[in-house]
């Protein structure tokens, strides 16, 4: 039985910062200050606190940051207009308009409406098609850090075999671009993949974006896999997942009656089969707001640099 060596997200996300800092200090010198605003609209609750992470990080990191906010009845037209004032504002460097968008909003529209060149989540269609031609300079963020997280293994993932479990646009699809850009094997699965777990568990690196608490149980882990949990997912004590939790500290807050944060993927079976594993919170989450930050100065040096 092995333990799993944990992949600190928060310190290699603090890395990411450190660089992000030397980047910002030279545009300062040259008069320039990256510009990030959130757009965010209606009131998703994990929305509210993910676009004010991002905001505070964009602030403490020397940024403009700002955060727009807009009722959820707020029409198509108003937004696309929102869209417009910020791409022409030289100002704004980046530009994030917080998923998921109330369902009367065509959120594929929107995306194609911002300027690809201040896209710092990477998600409009000509940024994805340069993700996919391995051009792309704006790559979008949770991939970024799985991928950096994956780099802080020192393992050439030359060769190995690559199972991502979700296939949207936001993690799924670009991390096995960029898993194909190493020279991974990759295979894509989701709720209609055969045999799940007889895929996963050929998995050299599993990873696990599919949105479902504790969905990977330790029998589809291979001894030994590098495991990257994407999800989280906020377990109240009164679900049926609660029982499922193993973790001491989150089992006593449960039973305190509080609410934790979960994976996607059982931590304690992966902690007993995995050589890596990232832990839910800690792990993916802060590595997606450091390569934000790292995307606005991209963007800003692009730009204006
Ligand atoms: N919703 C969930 N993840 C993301 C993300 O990375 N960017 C944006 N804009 N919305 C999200």
């Given at each position: 039985m092995t333990e799993a060596r944990l992949l600190d997200g928060k310190g290699i996300a603090a890395d990411v910062e450190r660089e992000v800092r030397t980047e910002v200090a030279q545009l300062l010198g040259k008069g320039i200050v990256p510009g990030l605003v959130a757009v965010r609209v209606g009131t998703d609750p994990a929305s509210e606190v993910y676009v004010r992470n991002k905001a505070r990080k964009a602030i403490e990191l020397g940024f403009r940051g700002t955060q727009e906010h807009f009722p959820g009845d707020m029409s198509q037209p108003e937004l696309m207009r929102v869209i417009e004032r910020l791409n022409s504002d030289d100002e704004v460097d980046g530009i994030l308009v917080q998923l998921?968008?109330?369902?009367?909003?065509d959120s594929e529209a929107v995306l194609r409406s911002i300027e690809p060149a201040k896209d710092v989540d990477g998600f409009h269609p000509v940024n994805v098609g340069l993700l996919h031609l391995g051009t792309a300079t704006l790559v979008p963020c949770t991939p970024a850090g799985i991928m950096r997280m994956l780099e802080s293994t020192g393992e050439s993932l030359r060769g190995m075999h690559a199972v991502v479990v979700g296939r949207s646009n936001i993690v799924g699809k670009p991390v096995a671009a960029l898993l194909l850009q190493k020279d991974c094997t990759v295979t894509i699965c989701h709720s209609r993949t055969r045999e799940l777990p007889a895929v996963t568990r050929q998995a050299d690196i599993l990873i696990a974006a599919l949105?479902?608490?504790?969905?990977?149980?330790?029998?589809?882990i291979r001894d030994g896999a590098i495991v990257i949990d994407v999800g989280i997912n906020r377990i109240e004590p009164d679900s049926p997942d609660a029982a499922k939790i193993r973790d001491e500290n989150k089992s006593q807050l449960l039973r305190s009656g509080k609410s934790v944060l979960a994976g996607d993927v059982d931590f304690s079976a992966a902690f007993e089969k995995a050589s890596w594993l990232t832990p839910v919170p800690g792990g993916v989450g802060p590595m997606t707001i450091a390569m934000l930050m790292k995307n606005t100065v991209t963007a800003a040096r692009e730009r204006r640099g």
């Amino acid at each position: 039985m092995t333990e799993a060596r944990l992949l600190d997200g928060k310190g290699i996300a603090a890395d990411v910062e450190r660089e992000v800092r030397t980047e910002v200090a030279q545009l300062l010198g040259k008069g320039i200050v990256p510009g990030l605003v959130a757009v965010r609209v209606g009131t998703d609750p994990a929305s509210e606190v993910y676009v004010r992470n991002k905001a505070r990080k964009a602030i403490e990191l020397g940024f403009r940051g700002t955060q727009e906010h807009f009722p959820g009845d707020m029409s198509q037209p108003e937004l696309m207009r929102v869209i417009e004032r910020l791409n022409s504002d030289d100002e704004v460097d980046g530009i994030l308009v917080q998923l998921p968008l109330p369902p009367h909003i065509d959120s594929e529209a929107v995306l194609r409406s911002i300027e690809p060149a201040k896209d710092v989540d990477g998600f409009h269609p000509v940024n994805v098609g340069l993700l996919h031609l391995g051009t792309a300079t704006l790559v979008p963020c949770t991939p970024a850090g799985i991928m950096r997280m994956l780099e802080s293994t020192g393992e050439s993932l030359r060769g190995m075999h690559a199972v991502v479990v979700g296939r949207s646009n936001i993690v799924g699809k670009p991390v096995a671009a960029l898993l194909l850009q190493k020279d991974c094997t990759v295979t894509i699965c989701h709720s209609r993949t055969r045999e799940l777990p007889a895929v996963t568990r050929q998995a050299d690196i599993l990873i696990a974006a599919l949105g479902r608490p504790l969905f990977v149980t330790g029998d589809m882990i291979r001894d030994g896999a590098i495991v990257i949990d994407v999800g989280i997912n906020r377990i109240e004590p009164d679900s049926p997942d609660a029982a499922k939790i193993r973790d001491e500290n989150k089992s006593q807050l449960l039973r305190s009656g509080k609410s934790v944060l979960a994976g996607d993927v059982d931590f304690s079976a992966a902690f007993e089969k995995a050589s890596w594993l990232t832990p839910v919170p800690g792990g993916v989450g802060p590595m997606t707001i450091a390569m934000l930050m790292k995307n606005t100065v991209t963007a800003a040096r692009e730009r204006r640099g």
